[in-house]
């Protein structure tokens, strides 16, 4: 199993970006995929999640209006669309599967990480 994340970089606050998430030896409706960020000096936390069944998605307080994850299916890639980034977005983001199934995701016990891509806001 595989999980390559990608498309972070270097944006002005305002501005959006882009995550792909992109699964290999795994399928996306057998696993549900949460985004984790950690920035310098900070805890991972959890920012956003999608369930196997592709359900509502889930979003953590300060994702919530700026930020919306999706799938495709035939592509076997998650997306985050993050919108309105601020500085304190600045964190390593990472993906993760998790093959509990259900109606919901979580944010702990993951079966397999990705790499992380790198997102800094600033001015």
């Known amino acids: 199993v595989q999980l390559q994340a990608s498309g972070g970089g270097l944006v002005q606050p305002g501005e959006s970006l882009r995550l792909s998430c992109a699964a290999s030896?795994?399928?996306?409706?057998?696993?549900?995929i949460s985004w984790f960020r950690q920035a310098p000096g900070k805890e991972r936390e959890g920012v956003s999640c999608?369930?196997?069944?592709?359900?509502?998605?889930y979003y953590t307080e300060s994702a919530k209006g700026r930020f919306t994850i999706s799938r495709d299916i035939a592509k076997n890639t998650v997306y985050l669309q993050m919108n309105s980034l601020k500085p304190e977005d600045t964190a390593v983001y990472y993906c993760?599967?998790?093959?509990?199934?259900?109606?919901?995701?979580?944010?702990?016990?993951?079966?397999?990480w990705g790499n992380g891509t790198l997102v800094t806001v600033s001015s």
């Open positions: 030896g795994l399928t996306l409706d057998r696993y549900a």
């Open positions: 993760a599967a998790d093959q509990r199934l259900g109606p919901r995701c979580y944010y702990y016990n993951m079966d397999y």
């Open positions: 999608i369930t196997a069944i592709g359900g509502s998605p």
